[in-house]
């Protein structure tokens, strides 16, 4: 059994069901109402954001341990994963805002809705890393 490419699988599983807590937890915060409905949506999409932010940073550290440099990445991959980062960052702050703020109907569904935003920019993001790296 090849142990690196177990990690890095083990490590795009956690990455992906991060992926899926930060765009699905914004998404259904956006149709579901009540607020602490989408105070608990708003933990798990803190959760998904903070692991796509450890998860990421694994596989740089997978590579790292691997062959003693970090991937070789250019150009528009580059870009990608800037991208990515802010999104992470921007989300954490947005999510973690929702979760402890008492905002108002109207608030909450503009963060959400930028929530949702940034999810879907990650995800895109990360097809157009993938690709170019």
């Known amino acids: 059994m090849d142990i690196?490419?177990?990690a890095y699988a083990i490590t795009q599983i956690v990455h992906n069901f991060g992926a899926v807590a930060v765009v699905?937890?914004?998404a259904c915060a956006l149709v579901w109402r009540d607020v602490e409905v989408q105070r608990r949506l708003a933990s798990l999409v803190l959760?998904?954001?903070l692991v796509q932010a450890v998860s990421g940073a694994t596989f740089g550290a997978i590579s790292y341990y691997y062959y003693a440099k970090f991937p070789d990445i250019h150009g528009i991959a580059v870009a990608a994963l800037v991208v990515k980062v802010v999104?992470?960052?921007l989300?954490?702050?947005l999510?973690?805002?929702q979760l402890f703020a008492h905002?108002?109907?109207v608030?909450?569904?503009y963060f959400w809705l930028a929530l949702c935003i940034l999810g879907v920019l990650a995800l895109s993001s990360a097809a157009v890393l993938r690709w170019f790296s």
């Open 103 to 105: 905002l108002s109907e």
């Open 47 to 49: 959760a998904g954001w």
């Open 4 to 6: 690196q490419s177990l």
């Open 91 to 93: 989300g954490s702050v």
């Open 24 to 26: 699905g937890g914004a």
């Open 95 to 97: 999510a973690a805002w």
């Open 107 to 109: 608030s909450r569904r």
């Open 87 to 89: 999104c992470a960052a």
